[in-house]
């Protein structure tokens, strides 16, 4: 199938998506006036998960690559107190975050594995659907074929500022473990200013788990908690219980040497490792620091990234796809391979194998 009738098909899953947002927002036709806010909820979430699974289960006739790759399970740190400002702050960054593997000829055409918001194209369609094992969630990703590096990571870091530029800085330096390309706006939050209730409502026909964040598969009770705690939080601004705040917080681009590299041929099916960023990286070099194209750039002084080890004995384990009806996904997995990245950074001395250090 030509790349054109892909992109198309990306873009009807993205309108499902937008379906069934939308189905919940705007006023019914009069032939669906007899319909609840929970039913239309429930066709737009079933038209995304039938898309995803037509368009997985579709790779080889698409002349494309089916990737399983491990990311964090949200999950497996909860369930958080959203009350606490720290406890957003870290989720965000967590939720936010992808990993962002670039084609080695065409950059444009990417694998983009994590929670952050994605635009679909034919060229990174981004995770599709997800299964959980543990405190890994295995993120299921149509790529058109070709070599890809894990070069890019991008996130959100609320409460940060940018460091202040400097008056004479020292070179951005390509000795240093890379760049990173930072942007701070003001995100909005709330503050408590009495009691308000937390209660997870459950009769406003949005569902739970990840339909209510838009998702295909598990894994998402984290990330709909924090939806609900945003709804209770606007809900006590009304009532004069709670008030809107502006946090800083940093967009940020981390581009670096390649930390691995995998091939795709078309038609494969392959399961591979993944990798995250810690919580306490990346190191900057502020005193590189300088405004260049709108952004502030900085080098990095250091780089470390965590290996996430797949395994197919630990992908069978996970969530079924039968709970889930991906029958298409699941005739194409089951030709799935284990394939080894490529590492090109070094192991930390003293330190977990899994544990990289980019030079």
């Known amino acids: 199938m030509p790349l054109t009738s892909a992109l198309m098909r990306v873009c009807l899953i993205s ?21 609840s806010r929970a039913e239309l909820w429930d066709e737009g979430t079933e038209r995304q998960r039938a898309w ?25 740190q909860g369930p958080r107190n959203f009350d606490d400002p720290s406890v957003r702050a870290d989720f965000v960054r967590q939720r936010s975050m992808k990993m962002r593997w670039l084609h080695h000829v065409n950059e444009h055409n990417a694998i983009s594995v994590g929670y952050g918001k994605h635009k679909r194209e034919a060229w990174d369609t981004g ?19 070709g070599r890809y ?12 500022r940018e460091p202040a530029p400097q008056n004479k800085p020292a070179r951005l330096s390509v000795d240093k473990a890379g760049v990173a390309a930072l942007n701070e706006f003001d995100m909005k939050d709330y503050r408590k200013t009495g009691h308000w209730s937390q209660a997870m409502k459950r009769d406003d026909g ?20 924090e939806f609900r705690w945003g709804m209770s939080a606007r809900s006590a601004v009304k009532d004069g219980v ?15 040497s390649p930390v691995a590299e995998i091939t795709l041929a078309e038609g494969d099916v392959v399961l591979t490792d993944g990798f995250v960023l ?25 780089l470390t990234v965590e290996r996430l080890p797949a395994s197919l004995q630990s992908f069978r384990q996970a969530t079924g796809l039968k709970t889930f009806g991906m029958t298409k996904t699941e005739a194409a997995l089951r030709n799935l391979v284990y394939r080894a ?15 990289l250090r980019v030079e």
Not at 343 to 353: D, E, L, R
Request: charged letters at 20%.
């Open 15 to 35: 309108l499902c998506v937008h379906g069934a947002v939308h189905a919940q927002t705007e006023a019914p036709t009069e032939a669906e006036q007899n319909k």
């Open 52 to 76: 995803a699974d037509e368009f997985l289960g579709d790779t080889r006739e698409m002349g494309m690559a089916l990737l399983v790759i491990p990311t964090i399970n949200l999950d497996a």
């Open 127 to 145: 995770p599709l659907f997800q299964m959980t094992d543990g405190a890994i969630t295995y993120q299921m990703i149509a790529v058109q074929p």
């Open 149 to 160: 590096r894990l070069a890019r990571i991008t996130y959100i870091q609320p409460g940060m």
């Open 206 to 225: 949005m569902g739970t788990g990840c339909p209510l964040v838009l998702r295909v598969g598990d894994g998402c009770t984290e990330e709909a908690r």
């Open 242 to 256: 709670a008030e809107v705040i502006e946090i800083p917080a940093v967009d940020a681009e981390l581009s670096f």
């Open 278 to 302: 810690p919580a306490d990286q990346p190191k900057l070099a502020e005193n590189t620091c300088q405004v260049l194209a709108n952004d502030l750039m900085c080098s990095l002084d250091s």
């Open 341 to 355: 990245p490529k590492i090109h950074a070094k192991s930390v001395p003293g330190a977990s194998p899994n544990l």
